[in-house]
């Protein structure tokens, strides 16, 4: 027998506020044909059981196109069960009151609910704030079934493992996380985050996908499957000592040299510079938007001189750094707006 456990799809996500508005509409769409391979690949694999570990819809407003697409690809596969555990960002959708929910889509409550296939048994329960005691006592699972229980929520805050330990469990499949993880829950079982189906933001880079888990006379395996349609990188790049544009382009294109095109990057610029480089930030963003699906350039790096040799400088430059440095700015606040006056002073386009 096979099973799906994936997670925090978040279908219908806003994206703009990482994305401009085309690239996001873009990525939208491609988030929701990543679900719906995910539902291929099942049909094709022989796979019994898809569980959805929460937050399978990014909130409560869902356009009527990811509506219609979901319920066909469940519709269109009924030899296919769907589990659906709400998350803590789907806890009110549309599914709640179906005039015609599809036979093969099944819910959790707030209390434990248990479905069987073949000697294997899922067992879930939606927390809140009302139950999150309780739950724990409350589980009682055959030690002569295959257990897999589905549960949404942060380790070691609403999900206390230890808690979990010795009760028979053979999987514990958790959504929330979006990021693959997985340990030992106990002698005899598991436990796993399927992390997010597809990255949205550079707060989820790095691989994503579902975990495939099969079960064969009594016996769990499982493997991670690499589903995502792009893949966001997030790469710290020092540029420390270097003077102009040109030789940090250089360093960015050397650390991301083994990157694809297709995928969305984020260069973080760390280091120390002098107070007289030439940095021109667009310029670096826009080369790598020529280069990759989606660039972005974020400097973080710090003066490799101390301020206060300019002091007693007369000049402008002087004085201007005397006016920041009796402020009662924080000091890192302070360096930043030093910076980023010595760059006007020097007629440097600034970001916006």
Not at 35 to 43: D, G, I, K, Q, T
Not at 285 to 305: H, I, N, P, S, W
């Amino acid at each position: 027998m096979k099973i799906i456990h994936c997670g925090d799809l978040h279908l219908d996500s806003r994206m703009e506020s990482v994305l401009p508005k085309e690239k996001a509409k873009e990525r939208k769409n491609e988030i929701l044909s990543t679900f719906l391979r995910m539902v291929e690949y099942a049909r094709k694999n022989w796979v019994s059981v898809v569980m959805i570990a929460g937050d399978m819809f990014d909130t409560s407003k869902v356009s009527a196109k990811v509506r219609n697409a979901v319920l066909d690809a469940i519709r269109s596969n009924p030899g296919i069960t769907f589990l659906y555990l709400k998350g803590n960002h789907d806890t009110e959708n549309f599914m709640d009151n179906m005039p015609d929910k599809p036979d093969n889509l099944l819910f959790f409550g707030d209390v434990w609910t248990k479905y069987e296939f073949e000697d294997v048994v899922v067992s879930g329960v939606e927390l809140n704030s009302h139950n999150q005691d309780s739950i724990y006592d409350s589980l009682i699972l055959d030690s002569h079934r295959v257990n897999i229980v589905l549960l949404h929520g942060q380790e070691g805050q609403d999900i206390r493992l230890r808690e979990l330990k010795g009760r028979y469990i053979d999987y514990l499949a958790l959504g929330h996380v979006h990021s693959y993880k997985k340990g030992t829950l106990d002698e005899r079982g598991i436990y796993a985050y399927c992390g997010c189906l597809d990255g949205r933001g550079f707060d989820e880079c790095g691989e994503k996908g579902f975990i495939l888990l099969e079960i064969n006379t009594g016996k769990l395996s499982m493997q991670f499957v690499p589903m995502a349609s792009r893949t966001l990188y997030q790469r710290a790049v020092d540029v420390s000592n270097l003077e102009t544009t040109v030789s940090m382009l250089k360093k960015i294109e050397s650390a991301v040299s083994d990157i694809s095109e297709d995928s969305l990057v984020k260069v973080v610029l760390t280091g120390r510079i002098s107070m007289d480089a030439e940095k021109d930030i667009r310029y670096l963003e826009q080369c790598l938007l020529e280069r990759f699906y989606f660039g972005r350039v974020k400097d973080m790096t710090k003066l490799a001189v101390n301020i206060e040799e300019y002091q007693y400088d007369p000049t402008l430059k002087g004085e201007f750094i005397r006016l920041v440095l009796s402020s009662f700015l924080e000091e890192e606040t302070k360096e930043q707006v030093i910076l980023t006056g010595i760059r006007a002073l020097s007629g440097e386009e600034l970001d916006s």
